[in-house]
């Protein structure tokens, strides 16, 4: 995404998926929200065990929400 986002405006945005990232994350959390915090447009907040996308409520799976709650308000 990194790549992809060097090559488009700036008013091309993304949504954050909590639960693609919990599943299949790349890099620190804090890292990838301040690197994407100008191109985050929505969020899609959701939980799940880090094995597969289960779309819980979040707080009832394995997310790091402390991490997700600093860098937001950072």
Known sequence: LKEL???L?????MCFDTGHYQ???EGGLAEV???FAGRIACWHLNDNDGLCDAHLP???GAF???IWKQA???
Do not use: M, Q
Not at 9 to 13: F, H, L, M, Y
């Open 5 to 7: 986002f060097a090559h």
């Open 9 to 13: 405006p700036p008013s091309v945005g």
């Open 23 to 25: 599943v299949r994350p």
């Open 33 to 35: 929200l301040r690197h």
């Open 58 to 60: 979040p707080g009832e």
């Open 64 to 66: 790091d929400w402390s």
């Open 72 to 74: 937001v308000n950072s």
